[in-house]
């Protein structure tokens, strides 16, 4: 199965996650961290030169929202369909924990959201080429509805981190949240400055929606460590990107400290 689907981001490179690929990440590891200092904590770059002009600590304290992307049980939980990549076991979903711990405690946090991505997409709405697309990602896959449903349900842990008044919804495009979703109307409704982003995958819906987020007026800040490639060899180049173009990419532990310096 992990050959098959292993993830979205490997069939639209036209590559497969192998199981050996899939054990090359065995041990549990701490917030952040990757196997052999690749991806996670060790791959978040250097503030480009334009973001080290801001009082980031001045940013985050702006009206801002939370978004957890794609951290389903499908990438973390035994048994998902995209559960090859072992996010469970470099580090995403502890430092994800840590930034929402913290933004539930700065008053100026206004809206959480979790964003949901199923790749059984046979409902959704398709282009020609989402068609082939997303008919790929399951090819081989004869799932139960009650199968499909748990494979696409938020990751216990953050799951018990919801509250009420939080927002859950599915992507409905390919790579943002900033169409065919409520969130567009929820930001602006709260007078949103400032998006927050988690989640997987970081060069596919982490990137597409701090791109999004940019051309739409708001200010993302994208936590590395809490974020993930199919593979964490992947990452570094990812962050570089949108660290130099889109958001600045900083740590969960800078996060907690820059909120801590408006409290």
């Known amino acids: 199965m992990e050959s098959i689907v292993s993830t979205r981001r490997a069939v639209l ?31 978040i770059p250097e503030l480009a030169p334009q973001w080290k002009k801001l009082d980031l600590a001045k940013i985050l304290a702006m009206p801002a929202a939370y978004a957890s992307v794609s951290q389903s049980k499908s990438l973390y939980d035994e048994g998902g369909a995209q559960s090859a990549e072992k996010h469970r076991e470099r580090g995403s979903l502890p430092a994800t924990v840590k930034v929402v711990q913290a933004a539930r405690k700065a008053k100026n946090f206004v809206s959480f959201n979790w964003v949901g991505y199923t790749i059984f997409r046979e409902g959704y709405p398709q282009s020609e080429f989402d068609k082939v697309q997303y008919e790929t990602w399951t090819s081989g896959l004869n799932w139960t509805p009650e199968k499909k449903k748990w494979d696409d349900e938020l990751v216990g842990e953050l799951q018990a981190l919801v509250r009420p008044g939080d927002n859950q919804f599915n992507e409905m ?66 962050m570089e990107r949108i660290n130099n173009f889109f958001a600045p990419v900083i740590s969960s532990e800078t996060f907690v400290k820059l909120l801590n310096q408006n409290a």
């Open 13 to 43: 490179a036209g590559a497969a996650v192998g199981l050996a690929a899939a054990a090359s990440t065995t041990s549990v590891l701490p917030a952040g961290a990757a196997t052999g200092g690749v991806g996670g904590i060790n791959a």
């Open 173 to 238: 495009a390919l790579q943002t949240a900033f169409v065919g979703t409520q969130l567009p109307l929820e930001l602006s409704r709260k007078a949103v400055k400032v998006l927050v982003l988690t989640g997987i995958h970081l060069d596919w819906c982490i990137e597409g929606n701090a791109r999004a987020a940019r051309d739409n007026g708001y200010l993302p800040i994208v936590i590395g460590d809490a974020c993930g490639c199919q593979k964490p060899e992947q990452e570094a180049a990812a």
